[in-house]
């Protein structure tokens, strides 16, 4: 399992704190990924990317006529979008 989720926030802090990306003044600066989604393994917690996907479909009333719906899904990756390593 790779580090990239820390390691990146720790890169992105670390940038954030360079002149002129921030507020003069901002301090204890900290940043976080928030496409992730936390997996229960075996005695383990990891995190995956997750896409949000927003789903619109018709469907029919009781009375028969067609009604816009949407819902919210999300996809699990496979890979890490930073090294490519595969997810157990
Ligand atoms: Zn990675």
Do not use: H
Not at 1 to 23: F, G, I, Y
Not at 63 to 74: D, H, N, P, R, W
């Amino acid at each position: 399992m790779c580090n990239c989720k820390q390691d990146t926030e720790s890169r992105l802090v670390e940038a954030l704190a360079e002149p002129d990306q921030l507020p003069e003044g901002a301090t204890k600066i900290s940043a976080r990924l928030t496409g992730y989604a936390m997996m229960l393994g075996e005695n383990l917690m990891r995190f995956r990317q997750v896409m949000p996907i927003e789903v619109e479909f018709q469907l029919p009333t009781k009375a028969g006529v067609m009604k816009l719906k949407k819902q919210k899904m999300s996809m699990t990756a496979n890979y890490c979008m930073f090294c490519g390593e595969k997810y157990e």
